[in-house]
């Protein structure tokens, strides 16, 4: 039943296919939905946003949808919803970190977290000098990335120098490119970590052995978990130091929802190296392991929706 005295959750969002199952998920807590499809639109300085609370869904993908405004028009309304004290689930902080890889680099080392060495460059020239620094392989990617955008193996900087002169070199938005030391990996996995409010929710490994493109989502990857061999459990644990240190950044860098990714090496040494915060959960893979993820992030919804009632009425009771 929706409750008519918890505020409505507007949900800035920009692909369609992957709101039913919030959209359920957050129905069944009981929660109004409002969606608010975000790509083209407009803002009226001098207006004040519609009331209830706020859930950023935007993913740094989405101009591979065909929604190439859908970044820059959340930028401006996260920081006008900001600006009038409106309670945003992945307000404008959570949005700026998932939309750089440079600037996840930077916060997961103010978090004592081990990276990869990693350098942004544009222009063909910028990149050449970026890539003549590294001793071994790295890889390039978009630094406004998602979907394994731009994400390619070089061996060194005259490789990068050929590709650079073929066609169809995709540079990606503000033609931002990351190159990033290349973590070789004994095991062809990669480990994923959900934290949502601030609480570990599971943790999957993806299988490299097919490439780069590693989306979860149902949508992505309709296929049984066993059948595509894909995804599976991780054995990590929820108190695991490297969680922990996730937590802390989640909750210091303003990030309430969010999917983070570690390769491990031949040494065991975990290198973070991607920070999501638009997770769609393999429902398969929840089954196997017994964890709702979109079930976790509609509970959360929902405890932020109450306590904004509270907060509204000035009867956050005191203990
Ligand atoms: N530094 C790295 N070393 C080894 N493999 C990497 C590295 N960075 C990314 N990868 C591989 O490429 C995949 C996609 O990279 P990622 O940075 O997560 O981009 P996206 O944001 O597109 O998901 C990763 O899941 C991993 O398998
Ligand atoms: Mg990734």
């Known amino acids: ?31 109004r939905v409002r969606l608010v499809h975000v790509d083209e639109g407009s803002i009226d300085a001098s207006a004040l946003p519609p009331d209830g609370i706020w859930m950023n869904r935007i993913s740094p993908s989405s101009h591979t949808r065909g929604h190439v405004h859908a970044v820059e028009l959340t930028r401006q309304l996260l920081y006008w919803l900001e600006f009038h004290g409106r309670r945003v689930i992945n307000g404008l902080s959570a949005l700026e970190l998932e939309m750089s890889k440079l600037r996840q680099d930077l916060v997961l080392r103010r978090h004592g977290i081990r990276v990869p060495r990693t350098v942004l460059a544009v222009g063909r020239e910028h990149l050449l000098a970026a890539a003549a620094t590294f001793d071994g392989p790295f890889i390039t990617k978009h630094d406004q990335g998602g979907k394994g955008l731009g994400i390619r193996l070089f061996r060194g900087a005259a490789e990068l120098g050929r590709h650079l002169d073929g066609r169809n070199f995709d540079a990606g938005p503000g033609a931002r490119v990351i190159l990033q030391e290349y973590i070789v990996a004994p095991e062809a996995f990669i480990t994923r970590v959900e934290i949502v409010g601030g609480r570990f929710v599971l943790a999957m490994r993806s299988s490299t052995a097919d490439g780069f493109e590693l989306c979860p989502s149902d949508v992505c990857n309709p296929m049984p978990v066993n059948a595509s061999g894909l995804f599976g459990p991780s054995p990590l644990a929820p108190d695991d130091p ?52 979109m079930g976790e992030v509609a509970r959360y919804v929902h405890w932020v929706a109450g306590a904004f009632v509270e907060l509204e009425a000035g009867s956050l009771r005191q203990v």
Request: glycine share 10%.
């Open 1 to 31: 039943m929706i409750s008519a005295v918890l505020p409505t959750v507007n949900v800035l969002y920009e692909n369609p296919a992957w709101i039913p199952p919030l959209r359920e998920a957050l129905e069944r807590q009981g929660l």
């Open 242 to 293: 490297l969680v922990c240190k996730y937590i802390r950044l989640c909750l210091e860098e303003g990030i309430e929802i969010a999917g983070i990714e570690f390769v491990e090496d031949g040494r065991g040494r975990r290198y973070t190296y991607d920070i999501n915060g638009t997770t769609n959960y393999n429902k398969v893979l929840g089954r196997q392991i017994g964890v709702d993820g």
